[in-house]
């Protein structure tokens, strides 16, 4: 069956500080894999998708990056933490487009101090 | 950006009673999913409802899509306190294929 993995739990850094969330799907191959953000009391914003291994695409401009250096592993990175980075990080998978939901990883609580 | 909006924000209703939530976008979609979140933790996929679809049923769920009114609605009949959670709808758009956009939540709070 297929699993996602998404690490760490919660995570407090500094401001200026840099970033690395992972996240890692089983199970499958060629997954969509996406990493959503999602503000306190708040909806979900889009932050990176991606199709393929080097294929990414950014919805919103921000202080974030991400990469997909394997077909089940997707990174989430920043060099330079902002305290509007603050936020629980969501990544999710899916195959085929309109067939079944998305996926998720339980989350990660990123708190920017 | 958001596509969905849901409504109401929020709702409060006792075990046994029934819970609908709405939902209305403004594109055109290839279908509409609604989501679970309990508290602190991931979204649990519960209903995709595609855009030549008008109904669908899943046990307790019961899921209406009207597309000339850019809208849908979640109905959870005989709630139970297990059920207390923020529900989601979120919409794969017409030209935009492999992403969700999704709505701001409704949070359920049902008590005993």
């Known amino acids: 069956s297929q699993t996602i993995h998404q690490w760490p739990a919660t995570l407090v850094q500094p401001v200026g500080s840099p970033l690395s969330l992972e996240c890692t799907v089983e199970?499958?191959?060629?997954?969509?894999l996406y990493w959503y953000r999602q503000a306190a009391g708040r909806g979900l914003q889009l932050l990176f998708y991606?199709?393929?291994?080097?294929?990414i695409s950014s919805e919103v401009p921000q202080n974030l990056s991400a990469s997909r250096p394997q077909d089940r592993q997707f990174i989430l990175s920043s060099k330079k933490l902002l305290l509007s980075d603050s936020g629980f990080y969501l990544c999710?998978?899916?195959?085929?487009?309109?067939?079944?939901?998305?996926?998720f990883g339980s989350g990660t609580r990123l708190t920017v101090v | 950006s958001q596509q969905g909006e849901e409504d109401p924000q929020a709702l409060s209703i006792q075990e046994g009673e029934n819970a609908t939530m709405n939902c209305s976008y403004k594109?055109?979609?290839?279908?509409l999913q609604w989501y679970r979140q309990n508290s602190g933790r991931g979204l649990v996929h519960l209903i995709l409802?595609?855009?030549?679809?008008r109904e669908k049923h899943s046990g307790r769920l019961r899921v209406t899509l009207d597309t000339s009114k850019k809208s849908s609605s979640l109905l959870i009949t005989a709630s139970r306190a297990a059920d207390t959670a923020s529900y989601f709808c979120?919409?794969?758009?017409?030209?935009?294929?492999?992403?969700?956009?999704f709505g701001t939540g409704t949070r359920l709070q049902v008590t005993l």
């Open positions: 999710a998978w899916s195959l085929t487009v309109g067939r079944g939901g998305y996926t």
């Open positions: 199970g499958t191959s060629n997954p969509n």
């Open positions: 991606s199709i393929g291994i080097d294929q």
């Open positions: 594109t055109s979609i290839n279908n």
């Open positions: 409802i595609r855009s030549n679809e």
């Open positions: 979120a919409t794969e758009n017409t030209g935009t294929a492999s992403k969700l956009t």
